[in-house]
């Protein structure tokens, strides 16, 4: 069987610098696409451009892959030709002040209107007092009371004329007016009445009733008089303050006759005022002003306290969009409900926590309304009623404020109930693949408000296009953070970390964030390098300290490996074991470091023993990939016979948890080796899955586990035997670091792809495999046939001694 090894050109893809047409990346022009994802873009559009309702858009993909940046570069392009939306303010409900009005104003009117409306109050703060101290308005007052004095004179005048007439006159009294009996202009007292002849006092009796009547009528009519002089009091002062602020309003009525909310606003304050117009006929004191002379005493602090009652009148504008270009575009970094539906405010007053209509703010929903809203995921699942209130919002399309206390039903007081803005908005939400699916399967809500998945890939093909698309990248990176320019060299490193960041010789990663820092590190290296423009080796280098800041722990393992602490040997050959390759992430790094696998086979029929499955050490699919190796033991070497074995596999000083099936052909290799009795050189690590049917199968990971195996054979001397075995299906992932390829021309170190499990254990063995002849039996001195002799054996022996445990138990009874 022929053995193939990998060539240096095929251990990694580089970047030929001369196959682009400038010197460095300041000739370069401004990035005006969003690089390698289509797919999300065109989702992003779809969920933008369709004006149905629940079209909101989740964008999923891996953190660091600049979902963030595309979608709000992306939305900004789009809102800019968009409509500016409405302002939106709350006004209070005269008629119900728990119950605050909402107010649409123009987008670019908002505080306009607001400032407009605060000069008109301020002119009836001055206005109205001054028309009411007046000589005009003095003189219609006093006519009125002048009147009202002389019909009440003349009243009581006639009652006392015709009192005295009857004997009787007419006292003030503490209980109010009363009839009192007189002789000789003299009213009498208790004791004289009493004195009075009989006949005296039936002839004063017969009087009084119809008297008392009389004062009872004149009362009314007094009373009729004074209320009728207080309506003319009242609809003097009405008169006057309409006199007084009619113009204003309607100089705001003329100015705006298009706005219908706001001349109802308006009509709604003159009416208020008139009807409250006694609150406005002395002088408000100017805001922040201590009381006067008069109000000085233990309670002028509460004058200090007391709002201008033209405060009821004002206009809180919660979104003004005069600034704006276009649609809004908000990014909401804090989702909790408040930041999102708004909040009411509280302020201190007399020791009592109060509120109203001016006390309510915005939410992220309303400056996003008529716009775009982007919010991570997360962040939102992470705060309580967040998700919630989200929901509902888009579901009713209205923004209805409530305080979370109500939400809670913690408070059953009394609080404000805004009326709900209409909603018009498209929510983009962040997340993770995960976090989408879950929403997907347990909230059906979250399929009806969400219809759009803009799925942001990780990778992009190497292509020239893509390739001049990254070095517009580094041209962007570079004059928006003001770095050095790249040469054409510096740009192909950056390239070439690209397709590492994903093993691949075929893709370039999309996770622009990373190769944003690299491009800063590199920037940094350039300086102290005192480079003019970042060169090949700074980005090398900026490469390279990266790891060495994050590889402690791998130092570590390299270190205890060499000592033999951790036992893996890199020369010889031993029966039954074999170095495998693991995989180890830290999160911000991972590496690959050799582990030995050893097997041992006895006679039994337990099958293949995994020691780490029954420590309850391993996963699922670890599991299954041992379990695998009985189907292709069973398969290949027991169709003439029972497959009658036991067998053990273990990770040898394996102290934490053990998942994935890459080290599944490694564990085979080392299950044969044990059965055949042939040693296997220890100079090769082992990597891939295995199929029932001896097909090596692709893992991940396949650049950092020959890397990591090198670096040991590296501390431990290099001696041009050590190598690599991987699945053939994986060459094309390999992007190896110059030094290991560098290795490999030299003849220092191999890398060797296979198809099947005969190609790799004639490589670990140095023996032939050896095919299955048409009688069944493989050729002689062949790996197979040492197999297939071994486990005929260990058929023979157990059924050997079956029987004779069979006549001795049959002996003893």
Known sequence: ??????????????????????????????????????????????????????????????????????????????????????????????????????????????????????????????????????????????????????????????????????????????????????????????????????????????????????????????????????????????????????????????????????????????????????????????????????????????????????????????????????????????????????????????????????????????????????????????????????????????????????????????????????????????????????????????????????????????????LEKVALFVHDRCQEADLKHFELGAVAKVVEHAARLVEDQEKLTTRFGLIKDTIHEANYWASRNDHDLVTAADVQQAVEERVYRANQIEERIREQIDKGMIMVDTEGEVVGQVNGLSIISLGDYYFGRPSRITAQTFMGRAGVINIEREAKMSGSIHDKGVMILSGYLGGKYAQDKPLNLSASICFEQSYGAVEGDSASSTELYALLSRLSGLPIRQAIAVTGSVNQRGEVQPIGGVTKKVEGFYDVCRVKALTGEQGVIIPEQNVKNLMLREDVTEAVREGKFHVYPVVTIDEGIAILTGREAGERQEDGTYPEATINYLVNRQLQELATKLKQFGKEEEEKEEGDS
């Open 1 to 466: 069987m022929k053995i193939r090894e990998l060539k240096p050109e095929e251990l990694r893809r580089t970047c030929d610098p001369k196959q682009f047409s400038f010197k460095s990346t300041a000739e370069l022009t401004e990035l005006s696409e969003i690089i390698g994802q289509e797919r999300a873009t065109r989702a992003i559009d779809f969920g933008i451009e369709i004006p149905c309702a629940g079209y909101n858009i989740y964008a999923l993909g891996p953190s660091g892959s600049g979902r963030a940046t595309v979608i709000k570069e992306f939305l900004q392009k789009k809102a800019a030709v968009g409509e500016v939306p409405d302002a939106w303010a709350y006004v209070n409900n005269f008629d119900d002040p728990y119950q605050p009005q909402r107010l649409r104003l123009p987008s670019d009117k908002g505080y306009a209107i607001r400032d407009e409306v605060d000069e008109l109050l301020d002119a009836l703060k001055e206005e109205l007092p001054r028309a009411f101290e007046s000589e005009q308005y003095q003189q219609h007052y006093n006519r009125i009371g002048r009147q009202l004095d002389e019909a009440r004179t003349a009243k009581f005048q006639g009652l006392e004329a015709r009192m005295i007439e009857r004997g009787f006159a007419l006292l003030r009294s503490p209980m109010g007016l009363v009839i009192a009996p007189v002789i000789d202009g003299e009213v009498l007292s208790r004791e004289q009445y009493d004195q009075l002849p009989p006949e005296k006092k039936s002839d004063l009796e017969q009087h009084r009733p119809q008297l008392q009547e009389e004062l009872e009528k004149t009362l009314r009519e007094v009373r009729t008089l004074e209320r009728d002089a207080k309506a003319g009091l009242r609809k003097l002062d009405q008169e006057t303050a309409d006199y007084t602020i009619g113009h204003h309003f309607e100089s705001l009525r003329t100015k705006y006759p298009e706005l219908e909310g706001l001349l109802q606003f308006l009509d709604a304050v003159q009416d208020d005022i008139l009807a409250k117009v006694e609150q406005f006929k002395t002088p408000s004191p100017p805001a922040g002003e201590g009381p006067s002379s008069a109000q000085e005493g233990p309670f002028a602090f509460m004058a200090r306290l007391r709002r201008s009652p033209f405060d009821k009148y004002r206009i809180n504008v919660i979104v003004d969009n005069c600034e704006v270009e276009g649609a809004p575009v908000v990014e909401e970094s804090n989702p909790t409900y408040q930041n999102l539906l708004g909040r009411i405010e509280h302020r201190a007053e007399f020791g009592t926590l109060v509120t109203d209509y001016s006390a309510i703010k915005a939410g992220a929903l309303h400056r996003a309304n008529g716009g775009y809203l982007i919010i991570d995921a997360l962040d939102l699942l992470r705060n309580p009623l967040a998700w919630e209130g989200l929901k509902r919002a888009l579901r009713n399309r209205e923004i209805k404020i409530e305080e979370m206390a109500q939400q809670l039903s913690l408070i059953a007081t009394a609080s404000l109930a805004p009326e709900p803005i209409p909603l018009d908005v498209k929510v983009v939400l962040i997340g993770d693949p995960t976090t989408y699916y879950l929403l997907y399967n347990l909230d059906e809500d979250f399929q009806e408000l969400f219809k759009v998945k803009a799925d942001f890939a990780v990778d992009m093909d190497w292509t020239s296009q893509n």
